[in-house]
């Protein structure tokens, strides 16, 4: 590969076969493999992985960590933006506007700066802090929507018409079914509903990580846990709320002649709603598209760019074009999934 080059001796952390690894601190940053010390950036699959011993992550990444990891996972955490020293390196979390605790950890140490943002958007949110920009010499940036293409319609008239795809479904007693990713997407949707037009169901992956959310006091509408509704209900006016996931299975019976949507920002391609057999698509998305990549890497001022998930390639191209020095960094993070492959969708499977 023409951009491909390993992390330099001059920086913080070297790319390992089980993850970014700070040998001065001796902790990695999300591990695709189990390790005496995890520094998580936040709690999807792909970044906060099992079999480590000890888990360090941002305070408000604790309760949905503790439910996917387990109860007897040692997981420790940091409010945003205090200071640790470990081993002598400096570390700190900061938002990064992706979901619920979703963190960009600095580390420091001998003056040099570096950043691994894991996923992050700078779109504002109401279910996470917003992102934060932090100076730093390197930065490790995601790409997974790398390309020009990717430029995010309004937010605020994207949950308008998902209202409004609602309130016609309901005037036509159709149930709205709503497929979105179950931790992060799918409470960020919830959190642009209007609860007078119907009532609210979750499926029970995205309940339980609602309830995460409401003990970290995020405002979210009322909402019931679909599975607990009997067959016999009327469910013309409401709303429901899946992991993608769900999609195939048998679970979706009992809503009858359902409308269907998707929320993804992989709806901005056309063909991808036809694909996935969906009435409509709606773009919205917790990574920061083309024009937000660029923004962040720039606020940062960052000399030294890596580039991680997705389209690495192009921006890595672009960012050397534009005076950075910039290479790929081949981990094993997966992007924006159209599914939650965390082990928290045994649920669907049942009738
Ligand atoms: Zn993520
Ligand atoms: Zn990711």
Redesign the pocket.
Known sequence: MIDALPPSASELFTLTDRGLYCEAGDFYIDPWRGVPKALITHA?G??ARWGSEQYLASEQSKPVLERRLGANSEISSLPYGETLQINGVKVSFHPAGHVLGSSQIRIEKQGQVCVVS??YKLDSDRTCENFEVVRCHTFVS?S?FGLPIYHWPDQQDVFDSMNRWWQENAAEERPSVIFAYGFGKAQRVLSGLNPEIGPIYCHGAVEKINAAYRECEIDLPPTEYAGRADDKKDWSRAMIIAPPSAQTTTWLRKFGNYASAFASGWMTVRGQRRRRNIERGFVLSDHADWPGLLDAIEQTRAERVYVT?GYKRPLVHWLNNHGYQAAELDTM???EQDDDRSGDDEETTAP
Do not use: A, K
């Open positions: 999807h792909d970044h894991g996923d995601e997974t998930h993070y997966e992007g």
